[in-house]
């Protein structure tokens, strides 16, 4: 096992990889940028080196700078956590080039799965069913014509490489193509740094279901069954579980052993996330694979037991995996809400800012992944992901009001947060009994709900003034035992409403 590891990336994942150091007594080492002088993340590595400025191409995406200091260090291995450089072909080469250990995928694999045309062709030579459209690059306006000829519209303008929902343009009229075109392209060389396009079919309404997998450096292969992403805005993925309400024992085997046959058809190695959409009747095709560490991947460690950060330095180091298929066990049913450091009744707007005062929820079965702490500037510079709220509970039901409890307690003051959103959704009928797909959030949720739960507030408001008017008129005291609410109760009630 090794004795140090440099973790190339901030906020919660950082602490989260740091931590598992921490337990397997290996000795940890981070970076960080002007913006993350103070950060959560630096507090917890034995060793901290100072990367660059605050914007990321000028800190954690500066590959020749982490290597020197992870030299510098005596770093036998690095790992990248997600966002960043964990996808980087470059920096996994960069890495295997030093004699430093990528915890991750070899960079042969990020390569190939990094694009998504390339990694299509791969999985219909291996079998795995995958969505009708192009066979490779659209660069000409008639190819795309005769391609939703073929398969018709709706389709979906996919950028080849990258992700996260930049460079997609859903086209549903075929005089939106050229334009949509254009802006996919564009967007996606920004972002990217490549152009490159392709279509799909678009399936409607489809639910997005991923397979966790652990792959050694010995072909020895195993998934940790599903984790449903359906609840997105944007392609972005907000609330996670497992298992998927609509799984069965078949589905699963089936989706599974596709997942397995994926990997290997890649060469791929570590942890890694195969992708999925499921339609109506149940038909899955392969969408991607994400060669990292997932954002999500807490779920299927509640559910599994499993510690997957712990498996990946296992697996790097060059142990062979010492789980089998039939080893892994669902036990329960696990949500994960993203808490984000956005304002969800203002169309997720960006909220910056020092937090003023938090209090993170507890009691059984509750998890929390944190980046920040109470006094923390939360920059402007990076992804608003702050925190990852987990719960774990026997049923899904009691999961659900598992994690309605948590949302009540956890509270963020000094920045506005995705908590009402996640509020929201955990009371809305539709999710509760597991009936809802990716268009979840633009069919079934709306301002209007916002709204109505500030209207509930202002009712709340309206009666704790009444109660302290009618108090004040009778001028009951603490002792009383005439007074129908204590003062201490009615103290929490107002200084809740002010945190409102």
Request: aromatic share 8%; hydrophobic share 40%.
């Amino acid at each position: 096992m090794f004795k140090k590891i440099l973790v190339a990336n901030r906020g919660e994942i950082a602490v989260r990889v740091l931590r598992a150091c921490r337990e397997m007594g290996i000795k940890s080492i981070t970076v960080f940028s002007d913006a993350d002088r103070t950060a959560l993340h630096t507090r917890y590595a034995d060793e901290v080196y100072y990367l660059g400025p605050s914007p990321a191409t000028e800190s954690y995406l500066r590959i020749e700078k982490i290597i020197e200091i992870a030299k510098k260090s005596g770093a036998e291995a690095i790992h990248p956590g997600y966002g960043f450089l964990a996808e980087n072909t470059e920096f996994a080469l960069a890495c295997e080039e030093n004699n430093i250990i990528f915890i991750g995928p070899n960079s042969k694999a990020i390569e190939l799965l990094g694009d998504k045309i390339v990694s299509k062709i791969t999985m219909v030579r291996a079998g795995i069913p995958v969505i009708p459209g192009s066979d490779g690059a659209i660069k000409k306006e008639d190819e795309a014509l005769k391609i939703i000829e073929k398969i018709g519209l709706p389709v979906l303008i996919k950028a080849a490489g990258g992700g996260g929902g930049k460079g997609m343009r859903v086209v549903r009229d075929k005089n939106e193509l050229i334009p949509a075109m254009k802006q996919a392209a564009g967007e996606a060389k920004s972002a990217f740094g490549n152009p490159t396009i392709f279509i799909e079919k678009f399936l409607d309404s489809p639910r997005h279901i991923e397979f966790q997998i652990l792959a050694d450096n010995y072909v020895n292969v195993i998934h940790l069954c599903e984790r449903e992403c359906s609840v997105q805005r944007r392609h972005q993925k907000l609330i996670e579980e497992s298992p998927s309400a609509i799984m069965t024992p078949e589905l699963r085997k089936k989706m599974g052993e596709a997942a397995i046959k994926a990997v290997k058809a890649s060469g791929y190695n570590n942890a890694g996330t195969v992708e999925f959409m499921v339609d109506k009747d149940r038909n899955f095709y392969f969408l991607e694979m994400n060669t990292r560490l997932q954002v999500e991947h807490p779920v299927t460690e509640m559910v599994t037991g499993i510690d997957i950060v712990k498996e990946q330095f296992k697996i790097a180091s060059g142990e062979k995996l010492s789980l089998r298929q039939e080893d892994i066990k669902l036990t329960g049913s696990a949500i994960e809400c993203r808490i984000s450091a956005e304002d969800p009744e203002n169309n997720f707007a960006p909220s910056t800012g020092k937090i003023i005062e938090l209090i993170d929820p507890g009691g059984p079965g509750v998890r929390v992944e944190s980046g920040i702490y109470e006094g923390f500037e939360v920059p402007i510079y990076y992804d608003p992901l702050i925190a990852k709220l987990l719960v774990w509970a026997p049923t899904r039901r009691e999961a659900i009001e598992r994690m309605k409890r948590a949302l009540s307690e956890y509270q963020i003051r000094g920045i506005k947060t995705s908590i009402p959103f996640h509020q929201l959704v955990m009371d809305n009928s539709k999710f509760i009994v597991g009936d809802y797909d990716t268009t979840f959030i633009d069919k079934i949720l709306g301002k209007i709900e916002y709204k109505k739960q500030n209207y509930e507030i202002a009712a709340i408001a309206a009666v704790i003034a009444k109660t302290l008017q009618e108090e004040k008129s009778t001028s009951v005291s603490a002792k009383s035992s005439q007074s129908t609410i204590s003062p201490w109760k009615l103290a929490a009630r107002q200084s809740m409403l002010r945190k409102s």
